[in-house]
């Protein structure tokens, strides 16, 4: 390892043994219902399409090159890019393109138009690092990407560590798969110009790449492709396949690529980079304020579990049901059909870019303010702990039923009331399964949200 990457290894595992788990209040387990048969395909809460391939019509990422059901992957293009050029440390590195500020770059490159991403660096300026564009002879590139001079990498070395506790979650030990180098951030700006683009890198090196237990790649890159040199007239892509993530958004099953998180155990579960300059972006528990980078996510600690169970949901089922202990790899067929068949978190996200109203189109942002629900004993009990699919109803039951669902804090694992606990999560969205989600399924309650919804 080199001395960089020891240095950087040190700091993920003093950051992480200062994080304080969360711990749930007694008699708040997930047990509820027995497992089920999966739901109908079309019945609320249904992950839709386990296999094949997604239509290119579904995919709001239209750059994707293909999102592959049957093996949770999408096939993304990979671009070439140097770190720390010129010292020491220069490495080659390989980058994925997931979302623009500009919506008019994003249109040009075919990724989501997140304009929130201006605000990233809003008293945080380490939050977006700004990289240099090199600029090739016509004989050298005659046509193809320019590399990025990177000020910062992830070091992908450090071993993943995710074991769970007695119920599953919390964790017993956690370490993250992967952490930034000095001067990284997935959010750059080249020299030059004011658009901020969502550009994680998922791997570093010539190759071949380790695709298994992620020594030089991200933890969910599970192949990389680099593309011989283009013949006359033809472009030869790289590409590399990551596993996504299924969630929930207006109703609808959707699917997403999680690349870094701003706290240790945030990026463990996630099998994300940990960033620890994401961690202070603008703002906790902004979304729709003004200067706000962020949109929120909803997430459950205990929601019901079972692999077969279509309640089943949260923290507690990734844990028990999602393999999070797994290094992953295509080559892990069981693996893969859990996660497949509904092994993920299964968050449920605020605004996309396909709903009706372009106030929640327009509203999106890679970046997730996670804001956590915890179901009392009384719902565990009653079984009332079930699959939530829409933000408002989320609110609504939070804003309503506080003998349901609380907040938590994740400091004590104690009820608080509901809204940003300070986890942040950079979540490029893919595309929705079965239809776009459109609108959200119940007007909000009074007073449960900021007056503009």
């Known amino acids: 390892m080199s001395k960089r990457r020891a240095l950087v290894a040190a700091a993920v595992a003093a950051a992480t043994a200062g994080v304080i788990t969360a711990v749930l209040p007694a008699g708040a387990s997930a047990a509820a219902k027995p497992a089920a048969k999966p739901a109908a395909t079309s019945a609320p809460g249904s992950l839709g399409q386990t296999s094949g391939i997604l239509p290119a019509d579904h995919q709001t990422l239209e750059s994707a090159l293909q999102i592959n059901l049957s093996n949770e992957t999408a096939r993304l293009p990979l671009y070439p890019g140097i770190a720390y050029k010129g010292t020491a440390h220069e ?148 590409w590399v396949d990551m596993l996504f993530v299924k969630g929930f958004d207006a109703g609808q099953p959707i699917v ?27 703002f906790n528990g902004g979304d729709d304020f003004l200067g706000s980078a962020r949109e929120r996510l909803f997430g459950f600690i205990n929601g019901q579990t079972g692999a077969n169970n279509p309640n089943s949901q949260g923290f507690q089922h990734l844990a028990l049901d999602g393999d999070v202990s797994k290094d992953a790899s295509l080559s892990d067929t069981a693996f893969i059909n859990d996660l497949r068949n ?66 938590v804090d994740p400091a004590t694992g104690r009820p608080q009331p509901f809204g940003s606990v300070g986890v942040d999560i950079d979540c490029a969205v893919l595309g929705y399964i079965n239809q776009p989600p459109t609108a959200n399924l119940a007007p909000p309650a009074p007073n449960s949200q900021f007056p503009p919804r």
Do not use: C, M
């Open 256 to 282: 997403y690529i999680s690349t870094d998180a701003g706290q240790p155990l945030t990026a463990t579960l996630e099998r994300a980079t940990y960033v620890p300059a994401l961690n202070n972006v603008s």
């Open 342 to 407: 509904g092994g993920d978190l299964l968050n449920v996200f605020g605004d996309f870019p396909t709903e009706t109203d372009p106030r929640h189109a327009k509203a999106y942002s890679p970046l997730w303010d996670a804001q956590l629900g915890l179901w009392t004993d009384k719902a565990v009990q009653e079984g009332l702990n079930t699959r939530q699919i829409d933000e408002n109803q989320v609110f609504n039951l939070a804003a309503t039923r506080p003998d349901l669902l609380t907040g």
């Open 91 to 238: 490495e080659k590195v390989w980058y994925v393109l997931l979302d623009a500020s500009d919506e008019g770059a994003a249109a040009d490159l075919r990724v989501n138009y997140a304009p929130k991403l201006a605000n990233i660096a809003i008293g945080n300026r380490a939050a977006v690092q700004t990289v240099q564009l090199e600029n090739p002879t016509p004989k050298a590139n005659p046509f193809g990407p320019a590399t990025i001079d990177f000020a910062g990498a992830p070091d992908f070395s450090p071993t993943r560590v995710a074991v769970p506790g007695p119920n599953g979650f919390p964790l017993a030990t956690f370490q993250p798969g992967a952490v930034a180098g000095p001067g990284y951030s997935p959010f750059i700006k080249i020299a030059g110009s004011d658009t901020v683009y969502d550009a994680p890198i998922v791997a570093v090196g010539d190759g071949p790449f380790d695709v298994t237990h992620h020594t030089d790649t991200g933890d969910r890159v599970l192949g990389v492709h680099i593309g011989a040199p283009s013949p006359q007239g033809q472009f030869n892509e790289s």
